[in-house]
């Protein structure tokens, strides 16, 4: 019920966002991609050995900008879900993401301009850890789910550094997968709700490297107030080369660090060509 709510408020604080800068001059502008990439390798009576395999990943990014002299509202979309067989094992996924950012900044004439925030990050479906060769269960939509408010300051470079760095709160949501919200100063319950306090930074970097060469990062810090020598991490990166009008190659790199889950960096890392189309 208390996952519900949250969730109800930070749409509705978009909504509420949305309303407030509407107005008969309000001019938005809408961006969109959707694509998907695929990769597949097949025998027939092949004599060097190998296994038939095939994968795919689809995607949407999504924006919503809306901006004038005095405001700036932004809201970006991005979600991510794929799946790999190999040989005769069943589908396992590979991607399984959704991540939700509305940014709210007030343009003050400064060198920073004040800000507010409002995020949302979990899976879109079930999550499975396959490294003990049983298939576990381990992540669902919104179990857990992170929903985080930050108050602060942004710097912006041109077009191609977007910076802001405030206070934040980050709340954290299970209902099975008690594991990402459990306090472990508790040993008689295991917490569905964590509600934390800290500080969050987000740097986003978007750079043209050739006519058909595009590279773009998000790097995420979060400390919490009482342990601030420990920061969680989160960068994202990715190179798109245009191949054609509508086909690319893709090398993403995901880096996470989050120590109240694992002590050890997590890395993702994918070489996929697919279809692109913009919607906007």
Known sequence: MIKKLFLFVSIFIVLYNCKAFAGADTTWVPTGTVGINVSQVSFSNWAQGGDNSISWTGFGNMGLLYQTST?????????????????????RTNDNELYFETVATKMAGWAVNPFFSNTVR???????????????????????????????????????LLTRMGIALQEVFTKNYRQYSDDPATTDKEEAFKLETGMESVTDTKLKLDDNLLYQSSLRLFTRFNHLDVWDVRWDNNITVKATKYVNVNLSVLLVYEKSLSTRTQLKQALQMGVVYSIF
């Open 122 to 160: 979990t899976t879109l479906t079930t999550g499975y850890d396959y490294k003990s060769g049983v298939t576990v269960p381990i992540s669902d939509f919104f179990d857990p789910g992170y929903i985080s408010q930050s108050l602060g300051f942004t710097y912006k470079e041109d077009t191609w």
């Open 71 to 91: 405001w700036s509202l932004s809201n970006k979309l991005k979600i991510a879900y794929g799946r790999t067989k190999l040989g005769d094992q069943d589908y």
